[in-house]
């Protein structure tokens, strides 16, 4: 078994990003986080997003709006970020109070400054396997995770495990592309598919996306299988400073010693999740030129 360590592959396209924006005169790239409300896991997220846009060199503004704020108030303050030149990216942090509709403010937010990949026309540009798409940062780090290990894809099984248009979706729709990684034979799996079990243990490359904590067990994977698990579950812990620790959706001690190659969790896919944002910031700002 070997562990993919995100947070060193994340640590190199950071340091790659680096020497990109250093290289450039004049303007730096520059993103908009627009919170709403005070979720302690939201505000950690964008603080940590912070921290490395600042780290590259990218500059980065903070938008914090309050919980009540109502679906089209929202949405005035995203066309503001959209009408203003020096805003390259913008990214505005899921999940929104239930009275907000996520996906009427993912398409509202402009094709040419969606840095999540959340907007109608990127997603639809993916499945058109357009090269100019901004693909979804967990989806984009899930696969540049599997591109720098080198771990074969082509006429591989893969197994999703989730049907999110964050994170399920556009995973599957980058493993169907042409090249490498890609070439796969991808199946998606959800809540209500029924014998589960029968085709996890057939997956080369299983994704867990499912948000159920250790939710995949030894039993449902196949010997040598790569498992990539992109759960963030908190669960309480007395033990620890902060009160919860964070588990994947994978049962880590069971799966572990069956696989060939896993992430952890933390560690593995979060990191990169990150590193991805700053890389689609750059893009951003690289065609705003």
Known sequence: MELIN??????????ELKVKVS???????????????????????????????????????LKILPENITQDQLLNE????????????????????????ERIIFNNVSPQKDVDGFNALNLGKLCQEQNDAFISCTPAGIIELIERKKIPTEGKHVVILGRSLIVGKPTGMLFLQKGFPGNATVTFCHSRTVDLQ??????????????????????????????????????EDPSRKSGF?????????????????????????????????????????????
């Open 78 to 101: 995203v066309e503001k970020e959209n009408q203003d030149p020096s805003v390259h990216g913008i990214l505005v942090q899921a999940p929104l109070p239930s009275h907000i509709e």
């Open 245 to 289: 620790r964070l588990i994947g959706d994978v049962h880590f001690e069971q799966v572990a010693p069956k696989a060939q190659f896993i992430t952890p969790v933390p560690g593995g896919v979060g990191p990169m999740t990150v590193a991805m944002l700053m890389s689609n910031t750059l893009q951003a700002f690289q065609k705003s030129q």
């Open 23 to 61: 290289n450039i005169h004049g303007p730096k790239p520059c993103v908009v986080f627009i919170r709403v409300g005070e979720d302690p896991a939201s505000v950690s997220y964008v603080r940590k997003k912070e921290k490395t846009a600042a780290s590259i060199g990218i500059k980065s503004r």
């Open 198 to 235: 029968s085709y996890t243990q057939r997956a080369d490359i299983l994704v867990a996306a499912i948000g159920r904590p250790q939710f995949v067990t030894g039993d449902m994977v196949k010997q040598g299988a790569t498992v990539i698990d992109v759960g963030i579950n908190r669960i």
């Open 6 to 15: 995100g947070n060193e592959i994340a640590q190199h396209i950071i340091e």
